[in-house]
Nanobody
Framework: QVHFVESGGGLVQAGGSLRLSCGVS????????MGWYRQAPGKQRKLVAT???????NVADSVKDRFTISRDNAKNTAYLQMNSLKPDDTAVYYC??????????WGQGTQVTVSP
């Protein structure tokens, strides 16, 4: 049973920072990609940032200069440092893990709210 532990969301004023973390456990298979997508009310879920086991990242253009993704492979944990947050960043942020066995698993999501 794959289990996610997500933390770090919350309410912050525009210009502030938050750090999301996502830890994954419960599988004997290694994790290839990890990262976050986000979904604002009434909108589609969109890529924020992903990182593979080798450290290669893919970051959305809209956050590239403000967000940094990193990963601790030994802990099966990914981190998303979010700086200079904007109200448009308000969304539910969903962590995902892509296992070497194939399936993509999703965490339960964490709310990030940025006030003007």
């Amino acid at each position: 049973q794959v289990h996610f532990v997500e933390s770090g969301g919350g309410l912050v004023q525009a210009g502030g920072s938050l750090r999301l973390s996502c830890g994954v456990s419960g599988s004997t298979f290694s994790i290839n990609g990890m990262g976050w997508y986000r979904q604002a009310p009434g909108k589609q879920r969109k890529l924020v940032a992903t990182i593979n086991a080798g450290g290669t990242t893919n970051v959305a253009d809209s956050v590239k200069d403000r967000f940094t993704i990193s990963r601790d492979n030994a802990k099966n944990t990914a981190y998303l440092q979010m700086n200079s947050l904007k109200p448009d960043d308000t969304a539910v942020y969903y962590c995902h893990a892509d296992f070497s066995s194939g399936p993509r698993y999703w965490g339960q999501g964490t709310q990030v709210t940025v006030s003007p």
